[in-house]
């Protein structure tokens, strides 16, 4: 009964402390919401400030945040003050809590990627919701602490918003002290400002430090009202006058002695090259060992060994879906934030597979382990040409998914051998991957989990490599293998924090850019075959189509034979998928990188600086005119497209998809 006391003494204590400081703070409440999102903004920096090493860079980091921040509260009280009125204080707590939102999603954002968010970055949000809320909840689970510290603060800045705008508190004031404080928080203001003008040139620009020194609220408001601080502006693509072969549109000829090889693709997931065993052998920068001395990837340095390598490969833009359609049509995606290659097209395009089965009689097929749901496979597999569209969903066995997203690669052998046995006749097979998504989980049957979220990433690879020895054991077992090019190919890396950031969609460094690629044609190409010029993904198509005696030069590909002498002064351009992505190209060993945060330009040599930690910064005259091929070369990779067109169809008999203008987006309905 004590005890019970004491706890009830306990809670009406607390009770009236919180209802005395809520009889405090109430008045304020657009102060202390705006005072919620500096903290936001100064906390979330630390953290990141911390787990990369640049805590003696964080007070460069934070200034801009200090400046804009407080001259906008002094603004917002200025307000109040001059008006004081219930209407003018719920407009001022509504500004508040906007900024301060956008404080909390930056947050999150920037404990996730290592980069500032920009309003573009939300645009996949509103394509698939659902999809995108299963992510978010995967990564807020997977980081409790972290979640813990972003939600919890936030669930009370809502309830305390939500009541004073439900009843709103007006201020009382005294004129003195009020305008000391706002004197104060204009020369706090100010005096950030001159500080932050004297250290712009300062820090690890190297390394994405640059990125953490602009306030986030501003950023995003700017890359509204200046159309070219996107990078890509709308007119761009309402502009756009690129169009693209379609697959009765390019000259299809061949060599008399051609061979009829099938062909085999096979498509990694977000590997780095570093983790791959190929790294150790041709020059990587860091590659990470494995259980064996073979490293990570055994089979993949047999496969390797057994046909040509591509040691000098780099991904054209870092987004699944814009690799796809470089790695198999040869021409460069819309390198722009949309997914326009999945709007649905009354004809394909001219790809691999449509040239296979006009020129070669080929069927054709697209296997992934991944849901199709995801960014609208379905249109892009048919505008790719492929005849038959497998997925997740047609496993119809839920034993087999993996994560939100995947399943066991595993699980797609039975279905591949049932198609190439389907008929005696040569084929087309591409395989997409997903295990080495994230989430990164394994199937039960490989073993428990990794501990860490690096450790979990390998252990995928390490089981992807697993899959691909599974795979060519099974075509050895059809008889196929000798008959077949096999290509294993990457479409795009995956950064752990190496230079200060994570994922792959904003990020212009090698652990992002860099794919392997190596393939074995049987009597095509000569076994233990090395490339180390740079190559693109572009690349892909037409030297497969050169191997099987296609004569390549009439298609015009953006793409080359990446086995025949390349010239030496070719420029590889590559883009990250967002929007503000950096953006640039690889020359011999001279990488040049266009960075439109600040609108730098930099230079790596790589044969000195493979870790690309010491990038030199152009002189503003030569950056321009680097800058402007580069932004230009972005601007002519869109496709022109009715963007006032809508429509539906179904897609393999189980797709229904949807579109406007440039997206699209699909839905199951079964068989």
Not at 43 to 69: C, M, N, Q, S
Not at 478 to 504: Q, S
Request: net charge neutral; charged share 20%.
């Amino acid at each position: 009964m004590k005890a019970y006391s004491k706890i009830t003494a306990g809670l009406a204590v607390i009770r009236s402390q919180a209802l005395a400081a809520y009889r405090l703070l109430a008045p304020r409440g657009h102060t202390v919401i705006m005072f919620a999102a500096l903290f936001c903004n100064l906390v979330v920096k630390f953290f990141h400030a911390h787990r990369t090493g640049h805590i003696p860079e964080y007070p460069g980091w934070i200034l801009t945040d200090v400046a804009i921040l407080l001259t906008v509260e002094a603004a917002l009280a200025l307000l109040c003050y001059r008006w004081p009125t219930a209407r003018v204080f719920r407009t001022a707590l509504v500004l508040a809590a906007v900024i301060c939102t956008w404080s909390g999603v930056n947050a999150g954002w920037l404990i996730r990627t290592g980069t500032q968010i920009l309003p573009h970055d939300l645009v996949p949000l509103f394509r698939d919701p659902f999809f995108v809320a299963k992510m978010v909840f995967r990564n807020l689970r997977a980081m409790p602490l972290a979640s813990a510290v972003l939600l919890i603060p936030s669930a009370m800045a809502l309830a305390f918003f939500f009541s004073l705008l439900a009843r709103p508190t007006v201020p009382t004031y005294n004129r003195r002290w009020f305008r000391v404080r706002i004197a104060g928080a204009l020369l706090v203001s100010v005096a950030a400002i001159v500080a932050n003008t004297m250290v712009s040139n300062l820090g690890s620009a190297q390394i994405g430090a640059m990125g953490m020194r602009y306030n986030c609220q501003a950023r995003a408001i700017l890359a509204f009202i200046l159309p070219g601080y996107r990078h890509l502006a709308r007119d761009d693509f309402r502009n756009a006058s690129r169009e693209l072969p379609r697959h009765d549109g390019i000259p299809i000829a061949r060599t008399p002695d051609a061979a009829n090889h099938n062909i085999v693709i096979v498509v990694l997931e977000g590997v780095q090259y570093d983790c791959t065993s190929l790294a150790s052998r041709q020059g990587g920068i860091a590659p990470q060992p494995g259980q064996t001395t073979d490293g990570l990837t055994p089979y993949l340095a047999a496969l390797a060994d057994q046909g040509v390598s591509f040691s000098n490969v780099r991904s054209v833009v870092t987004h699944t879906t814009k690799a796809l359609f470089a790695l198999l049509t040869g021409r460069y995606p819309s390198a722009s934030q949309d997914i326009s290659e999945t709007v649905p097209l009354d004809q394909p395009y001219a790809s691999l597979a449509t040239i296979v089965e006009k020129g070669l009689g080929f069927r054709t097929a697209f296997f992934q382990s991944a849901t199709g749901t995801f960014e609208s496979r379905p249109g892009l597999i048919h505008n790719l040409g492929f005849d038959k569209f497998f997925t997740r969903e047609d496993l119809r066995d839920p034993n087999h998914f993996v994560g939100y997203l995947g399943a066991d690669e595993f699980a797609l052998l039975d279905p591949v051998a049932d198609w190439i046995q389907s008929e005696n006749s040569p084929f087309f097979i591409t395989i997409l991957c997903s295990v080495t998504h994230d989430s990164y989980v394994v199937p039960a049957w490989y073993g428990p989990k990794a501990d860490s979220q690096e450790g979990r990433y390998l252990q995928t690879i390490a089981y992807t490599d697993r899959f691909l020895a599974a795979l060519d054991a099974r075509l050895t077992e059809l008889g196929l293998a000798e008959d077949t090019i096999f290509c294993v190919v990457g479409d795009h890396g995956e950064a752990f924090g190496e230079h200060g950031m994570m994922g792959h969609e904003r990020i212009a460094y090698d652990e992002v850019l860099r794919i392997a690629m190596c393939l074995r044609a049987p009597g095509l190409v000569e076994p233990g075959t090395r490339v180390d010029a740079p190559v693109s993904s572009v690349d892909l198509a037409p030297t497969i189509l050169a191997l099987l005696g296609f004569e390549t030069q009439p298609m015009a590909f953006d793409g080359d034979n990446a086995l025949a002498p390349l010239p030496s002064d070719r420029q590889v351009f590559l883009a990250g998928w967002m929007q503000q992505s950096p953006a640039g190209y690889v020359q011999n060993d001279r990488k040049v990188i266009y960075y439109p945060d600040n609108g730098r330009v930099r230079v790596f040599h790589l044969g000195a600086d493979p870790l690309e930690l010491n990038g030199i910064d152009l002189p503003e005259p030569e950056a321009a005119e680097i800058s402007r091929k580069i932004v230009q070369w972005r601007r002519d990779t869109i496709f022109k497209i009715d963007e006032s067109a809508r429509g539906q169809t179904t897609l393999y008999g189980s797709w229904l998809s949807k579109w406007s203008g440039r997206e699209s987006r699909v839905r199951y309905i079964g068989p």
